[in-house]
């Protein structure tokens, strides 16, 4: 299987890479968010595709194109770099029909899951006790702590905590404003 995925990133690498570095070049980006567009893309990819009801319309090479294009629009939004309608960054992008809140959603779960795996392992445990409906009570037993109080308190620590992160990151505000 690995060998595989291999197979198929190199082919994705030699025949999708260099036309999305191209544009990215043009529009103003560097080699390096080039790469970092396409490898984040892929991850994006790899993830939906993961799910079971994953199909898409048109040719794979153009859908992942599609996913880049929209990363380096979000992308040059939190830069500021050039303000542009999404008609004029590339006529191609009309010929790619993605479901562009998937994407949003996507890439707004990879920006959470980064910081939360940041946040200490004691915060981590606790968020994911909460995320599963435990109750205060039942939390408090299994961390140790000696009331309810302590719980909310430090869910309230964590939750700052993970949210000061959030909207420090550079993507955070594309990722927050809806077109």
């Given at each position: 299987m690995r060998n595989r995925e291999n197979h198929?990133?190199?082919?994705?690498?030699?025949?999708?890479?260099?036309?999305?570095?191209?544009?990215?070049?043009?529009?103003?980006?560097?080699?390096?968010?080039?790469?970092?567009?396409?490898q984040e893309a892929i991850i994006i990819v790899f993830q939906v595709a993961a799910r079971k009801n994953f199909t898409i319309e048109q040719a794979f090479e153009g859908y992942l194109y599609g996913i880049c294009n929209k990363i380096w629009l979000k992308m040059q939004r939190s830069r500021s770099i050039h303000e542009r309608s999404?008609?004029?960054?590339?006529?191609?992008?009309?010929?790619v029909r993605m479901d562009d809140e998937k994407i949003d959603n996507e890439l707004r779960m990879r920006?959470?899951?980064?910081?939360?795996?940041?946040?200490?392992?004691?915060?981590?445990?606790?968020?994911r006790m909460l995320?599963?409906?435990?109750?205060?009570?039942?939390?408090?037993?299994?961390?140790?702590?000696?009331?309810?109080k302590i719980v909310r308190n430090k869910k309230y620590k964590c939750k700052e905590t993970l949210t000061r992160s959030l909207k420090t990151d550079p993507h955070y505000p594309a990722l927050t404003e809806q077109i």
């Open positions: 198929i990133l190199t082919y994705l690498y030699e025949k999708v890479f260099p036309p999305v570095r191209k544009v990215i070049l043009q529009k103003g980006g560097s080699e390096e968010d080039a790469k970092d567009i396409f999404i008609r004029q960054v590339e006529p191609f992008e009309s010929c920006l959470y899951r980064k910081y939360f795996l940041l946040l200490p392992k004691e915060c981590q445990r606790m968020l995320f599963s409906n435990i109750p205060y009570e039942d939390i408090a037993l299994e961390m140790g702590y000696k009331s309810e």
